[in-house]
């Protein structure tokens, strides 16, 4: 019996059918009634004579400047800076220029203000830290833990528990200025970064970029390069306790490593330039 032949299916097409284009639905028109537009308008130039009111009247004066986060001594120079904002509106307080004026003292560090009003202008300071004295000569300066001139000192023996930097003779020295790293400013950063261990230290000295601190006890401690000041503290402190009795000086220099000997110290590597004069 012959087999039967299977019939073949035609192949799926499949084609686009236009649409019938549906009628545009148009959107309602929300638009804003007269009697609100007057409202609103009436709104904004209440508030617009409302500001100018306060901000042209004594409604709102500054009567008093009130200022926390530094010591009495620093507080009491911020407002004396801000004095001349007495009486003026807090309402048209310039915010930026009262953070530059706070900050431009060479004793404060940073500032945020706040209004509180009706009449009190506050503010928030960071103090500069002292760290050191910078020497001159007969000249002193007390120095931050940042290296920034702080004030003008007119007893060189002032401060006595604070470590004494030695610059030579031709040093420039502005008030409220950072010193540079090469004349002070690595010292005094040096000393910052040594925590609680800076009262055993009684002067620092810089030399072509060779830091020692000259200990209380008379000992030499050679640091070497200004960098990893705290690492170095900790090897000085530790090793303070296991060195021998007569020992003239210590070298963390290379912190993993240090060295102590006695008798006259060898040269410092590459002395260029003293500090002391």
Same mark, same amino acid.
């Given at each position: 019996?012959?087999?039967? /032949?299977? $019939?073949? /299916?035609?192949?799926?097409?499949? $084609?686009? +059918?236009? =649409?019938? *284009?549906?009628?545009?639905?148009?959107? &309602? %028109?929300?638009?804003?009634? %007269? /009697?609100? =537009? @007057?409202?609103? @308008?009436?709104?904004?130039?209440f508030s617009l004579c409302a500001? =100018?009111?306060?901000?042209?009247?004594?409604?709102? @004066?500054? *009567?008093?400047?009130? +200022?926390? #986060?530094?010591?009495?001594?620093?507080?009491a120079q911020v407002e004396q800076a801000l004095s001349p904002l007495l009486g003026t509106s807090l309402v048209g307080l310039d915010g930026s220029a009262v953070v530059r004026r706070v900050e431009a003292l060479p004793t404060v560090v940073s500032a945020t203000y706040d209004r509180a009003f009706p009449h009190t202008l506050r503010l928030t300071i960071v103090a500069e830290r002292p760290a050191a004295v910078l020497r001159r000569g007969s000249d002193s300066w007390l120095l931050s833990a940042r290296g920034r001139v702080m004030t003008r000192l007119r007893n060189p023996q002032a401060h006595p528990h604070l470590p004494r930097i030695w610059a030579t003779s031709h040093t420039a020295v502005a008030l409220g200025a950072v010193l540079p790293r090469a004349i002070g400013g690595a @010292?005094?950063?040096? +000393?910052?970064?040594? #925590?609680?261990?800076?009262t055993q230290i009684g002067a620092v000295t810089d030399t072509a970029g060779f830091l020692v601190f000259h200990l209380r006890s008379g000992l030499e401690v050679r640091l070497g390069a200004p960098g990893a000041i705290r690492l170095k503290v900790a090897v000085i402190r530790r090793a303070l *306790?296991? !060195?021998? !009795?007569?020992?003239?000086? =210590?070298?963390?220099?290379? &912190?993993?490593?240090?060295?102590? #000997?006695?008798?006259?110290p060898p040269p410092l590597l590459n002395p260029k330039v003293s500090t002391r004069g």
């Open positions: 019996m012959a087999a039967k /032949r299977r $019939a073949r /299916r035609p192949a799926a097409r499949a $084609a686009a +059918v236009a =649409l019938p *284009r549906l009628p545009g639905i148009p959107l &309602p %028109r929300v638009a804003p009634s %007269r /009697r609100s =537009l @007057a409202v609103g @308008a009436a709104i904004l130039l500001y =100018l009111l306060a901000r042209g009247t004594s409604l709102f @004066a500054v *009567r008093d400047v009130a +200022v926390r #986060g530094g010591p009495a001594q620093v507080d @010292a005094a950063l040096a +000393v910052g970064l040594a #925590g609680p261990f800076a *306790r296991v !060195l021998p !009795l007569g020992t003239t000086y =210590l070298d963390v220099s290379v &912190p993993g490593r240090p060295v102590a #000997g006695t008798g006259t």
